[in-house]
Structures are given as C-alpha cells and as structure tokens.
C-alpha cells in the first residue's frame, strides 16, 4: 500500500512539474525531487511516466536540453551525456512488456526487459525520433528526426531511418 501511494505522489509531481514555466527551474526542481541533473541544463516540458523508483533514474549531464513534448520512461535509467540537445517530441524508453501484469499469453514470448538507455555527451537527436530500451548511443552522435533507434551506435556518425542506420560517419573540428 505504502508503495502504491509514493508511486501516486511521484506521478503528482512530475504533472505539478510539466506546470513549471522556465527550463532552469524545471530542472532543479528535477534535481530537487531526485533526479540527477548537472548544470546549466534546460529542460522544457516533457512527460516522465513509469515512476515506481520516483526520478532517481534520471541522469542529466551539464548543459544538456531537451525540448517541449519529450517522453522519458523512468522504469531503467536514462543517462543523457553532457551538451547533448534532445529536440521537440523525443521518447526514450527503458522497458519492454508485452503485457506480464495483465497476464499476456505473448509475455512467455517476449518476457519484461528493463535496461538503462544512454545517449552520450555532444550528440543532437532529431525531433519525433524514439530510442528503444537498452540502446546506448556513443558520443558525438547525430540522430536523424523520426528515427527510431534499435540497437547501438558508435561515436562520431550520423544515423537516421526506421530502423536507424548509419548515414555516414563525422568529422569534426
């Protein structure tokens, strides 16, 4: 019971935290409740859901943003390395159940996973994109808008599609 109702409060709080109208604020309120969050660090308003563990499984480099209408699965950790921009409408999932509580035949098949999703520091992930549960996205690393992610990437290369796949690689300055 005890157990239900902190899941309860922590899924008032991030609806009374989608209320926060600067960036700054927004993430150390974050921070505050939780979550950890470096410096600098704009965060417009985004949806936080699966909040059974509160905003502990929320990492947050210095200088990173993330733009109005992201979603972000807290059941695994997602880590968002430093500098790195997430545009409008990103999700980031850590799970995937195809129905064990509610008792789903197809969860024999395809049981619960729960694995942190990383995206590295100085990567730009396009608006729309999704990156599934327990990719890990390298440094220096440009998603393409409307990608979906489903496996790893190494640094330095510009990814996009559905499925994404390597475009070509970077060089930088």
């Not at 209320?19 to 308003?45: C, M, Q, T, Y």
């Not at 059974?52 to 059941?75: A, M």
Request: proline share 3%; net charge positive.
């Amino acid at each position: 019971m005890l157990r239900k109702f902190r899941h309860g409060l922590f899924i008032l709080l991030e609806k009374l935290l989608r209320w926060s109208i600067h960036p700054g604020l927004r993430a150390s309120l974050l921070k505050l409740f939780g979550a950890d969050i470096g410096s600098n660090v704009r965060i417009h308003e985004i949806q936080l859901f699966n909040l059974s563990q509160g905003l502990r499984n929320l990492h947050v480099g210095d200088g990173v943003y993330i733009g109005i209408g992201c979603k972000f699965d807290l059941e695994g950790a997602v880590v968002i390395g430093k500098r790195t921009s997430i545009s409008t409408g990103v999700t980031i999932l850590t799970h995937e159940d195809a129905g064990t509580r509610q008792g789903s035949r197809l969860s024999g098949l395809f049981p619960l996973r729960v694995e942190p999703t990383t995206v590295g520091s100085d990567c730009w992930v396009g608006a729309n994109s999704t990156i599934l549960c327990g990719v890990t996205i390298d440094d220096c690393v440009v998603i393409g808008a409307g990608s979906v992610v489903t496996n790893d990437f190494q640094s330095k290369v510009v990814v996009a599609g559905v499925p994404a796949s390597q475009r070509h690689a970077l060089t930088l300055p």
